[in-house]
T-cell receptor
Framework: DTAVSQTPKYLVTQMGNDKSIKCEQNLGHDTMYWYKQDSKKFLKIMFSYNNKELIINETVPNRFSPKSPDKAHLNLHINSLELGDSAVYFC???????????????FGPGTRLTVL | DAKTTQPTSMDCAEGRAANLPCNHSTISGNEYVYWYRQIHSQGPQYIIHGLKNNETNEMASLIITEDRKSSTLILPHATLRDTAVYYCIVRVRRDDKIIFGKGTRLHILP
């Protein structure tokens, strides 16, 4: 199936640990994003990458480091996890139509991170 | 901050048309109106977008007022699977950020 996929779906870990969430899209898109949805259900963008280059970093702590090995993958690595990092993290992708015009975004199923 | 205002929640009977309003009184000329929805425990899903003309696709219709200060998303024959939070977003297509507000929680009643 063509889609945006994320692994793992659930992640439970202790404070202070380092963890990664993986995202892959097979839609042929060249722009990928990470969003965070907190307990109050607000959905906020964290990062976006276009052709493996970072183009948005929305005041996210530097404990969060996105890594894009190729334009189909955008992984999120989190160092020294804190309680406040508990949230659902969504990956998304879209197609750059050229001249800075982007098509609609397709979202993955989310990764529920719980920090104990 | 989100540039749109939506009711917190709405109910609609199954099989009826669900009409979800959105106010975007500060919209500028190059900004599009986008609608996404988020079904419980899933990622947001794109529904439709428009600039000034009414739009229709297989999922919904979008009616934008002539002054573009408000719009209505219409789900013509709501089913239980349409129960979700619906987000109205104003966005310049050149700006790839989506700023989500609180959305409208739509309950489809059997």
């Amino acid at each position: 199936d063509t889609a945006v996929s994320q692994t793992p779906k659930y992640l439970v870990t202790q404070m202070g640990n380092d963890k990664s969430i993986k995202c892959e899209q097979n839609l042929g898109h060249d722009t990928m994003y990470w969003y965070k949805q907190d307990s109050k259900k607000f959905l906020k963008i964290m990062f976006s990458y276009n052709n493996k280059e970072l183009i948005i970093n929305e005041t996210v702590p530097n404990r969060f480091s996105p890594k894009s090995p190729d334009k189909a993958h955008l992984n999120l690595h989190i160092n020294s996890l804190e309680l406040g990092d508990s949230a659902v993290y969504f990956c998304a992708s879209s197609q750059d139509l050229g001249a800075g015009v982007y098509n609609e975004q397709f979202f993955g199923p989310g990764t529920r991170l719980t920090v104990l | 901050d989100a540039k749109t205002t939506q009711p917190t929640s709405m109910d609609c009977a199954e099989g009826r048309a669900a009409n979800l309003p959105c106010n975007h009184s500060t919209i500028s000329g190059n900004e599009y109106v986008y609608w996404y929805r988020q079904i419980h425990s899933q990622g947001p899903q794109y529904i439709i977008h428009g600039l000034k003309n009414n739009e229709t696709n297989e999922m919904a219709s979008l009616i934008i007022t002539e002054d573009r200060k408000s719009s209505t998303l219409i789900l013509p024959h709501a089913t239980l699977r349409d129960t979700a939070v619906y987000y109205c977003i104003v966005r310049v297509r050149r700006d790839d950020k989506i700023i989500f507000g609180k959305g409208t929680r739509l309950h489809i009643l059997p």
